[in-house]
């Protein structure tokens, strides 16, 4: 059974900078794409930023410039760093993890138990 931890969300002033880890275990052949999706009260959950095996990154337009996603390919964990946070950036962060189980080889698509983010003067 795949299984992510997530941690580092918590309250921040705006402009100042959190940092959110989420790692990866249980059973894993290989990661492809990792994530992190943002859920703000009222609305509906959204990409924030992506990372594939390769590198290849992805971003929400409302975070470029702002925040940095990078993972531990040997450790099967994926960081968001965020800066010059904003009110608009209050949510509860998701960690999601896409890969191949061991042995059967399956493909898998896990959701974190998410995180809140609270950016508050």
């Known amino acids: 059974q795949v299984q992510l931890v997530e941690s580092g969300g918590g309250a921040v002033q705006p402009g100042g900078s959190l940092r959110l880890s989420c790692a990866a275990s249980?059973?894993?052949?290989?990661?492809?794409?990792m994530g992190w999706y943002r859920q703000a009260p009222g609305k509906q959950r959204e990409l924030v930023a992506s990372i594939t095996s390769g590198g290849t990154t992805d971003y929400a337009d409302s975070v470029k410039g702002r925040f940095t996603i990078s993972r531990d390919n040997a450790k099967n964990t994926v960081c968001l760093q965020m800066n010059s946070l904003k009110p608009e950036d209050t949510a509860v962060y998701y960690c999601?993890?896409?890969?191949?189980?061991?042995?059967?080889?399956?493909?898998?698509?896990?959701w974190g138990q998410g995180t809140l983010v609270t950016v508050s003067s």
């Open positions: 249980g059973g894993i052949f290989s990661i492809n794409k």
């Open positions: 999601n993890v896409e890969g191949r189980r061991l042995i059967t080889m399956w493909f898998f698509a896990v």
